[in-house]
Structures are given as C-alpha cells and as structure tokens.
C-alpha cells in the first residue's frame, strides 16, 4: 500500500473510535519529499486537531488544542502520571503492518485520550504544564 492508501485506511478505522466524539477527517497532503513518498491528515473539532503523518506507516502523531500541542508519547506520559494510571500506551508498538499503528493508537484513545476527545481545554493545558515540568530524559539519563 502506498502511504495515502495507509492513511486513507487508518483513518477509516479511528472513524469508529473518533467519529462519534464530533471528529471529521481531512486528508492535508501528499507528495514525495527526501524521505520518500508521505501522506497527512487530521481529524478536526472546532479548535481540536488530532495530526497523522504517513510514510509506510503511521509516524507522527499530535494532537492540538487551540494554541497548544503535544505528541502522542507526551500526550500519553502526562494523562498516565497526572491519572495515577499504570498503563502504557501501545502507539506506536512495532509491526511490520502499516495499520498496526492506527490500532495501537486507537487502543490509546479509548484508553489514554479521553482528555484530548471529550476533556476541556484547562484538562488539556495541565497535562501541557506537566509535560513542560517533566520533560522526557535524553541520551545517558533516558537509561536510568
């Protein structure tokens, strides 16, 4: 598949998760850049945006609202520590099959994302604050 058929497929499959929550799809581009081929897309509310990047499979991953934006590993670490939770996400997990990402991401929007789909936008700014007070470790510190 290329990564516009990925894509397109992805975003049919988060429809079911995303879709009754208000959000619509949008396909933003495609081309080929020095990387390779890639596809974009977001699924849109009012000033929420949740942004998917596609090469052979799922990539990048922000959500936004209004001014503010955080990854998904940001947006996840933050809901985890600032919920008490002990759960993990599973986007991006490791598959060798371009739709795999889009499952674990969904399996993390049920799980994880309830803040970004139906929470306020003080919700969102304080997992913001704490991303931002607990930054994630670099190099030698990321091993600790």
Do not use: C
Request: no cysteine; hydrophobic share 40%.
């Amino acid at each position: 598949m290329n990564p516009i058929e990925v894509l397109r497929e992805g975003a049919a499959e988060l429809t079911s998760i995303i879709g009754p929550e208000g959000f619509t799809f949008v396909e933003t581009g495609s081309g080929v850049s020095s990387g390779g081929h890639y596809a974009s897309g977001e699924f849109r509310r009012a000033d929420r945006r949740l942004e998917l990047h596609v090469r052979w499979s799922l990539g990048l991953v922000t959500y936004h609202l209004g001014s503010e934006s955080l990854n998904h590993e940001d947006l996840t670490r933050a809901v985890a520590a600032t919920q008490h939770l002990e759960e993990s996400a599973q986007y991006p997990g490791f598959s060798d099959r371009p739709l795999d990402g889009f499952r674990h991401l969904g399996a993390d929007l049920v799980r994880l994302g309830r803040v970004f789909t139906q929470g306020t936008a003080e919700e969102f700014s304080v997992l913001v604050a704490w991303v931002r007070q607990h930054p994630k470790p670099k190099g030698l510190a990321a091993l600790q």
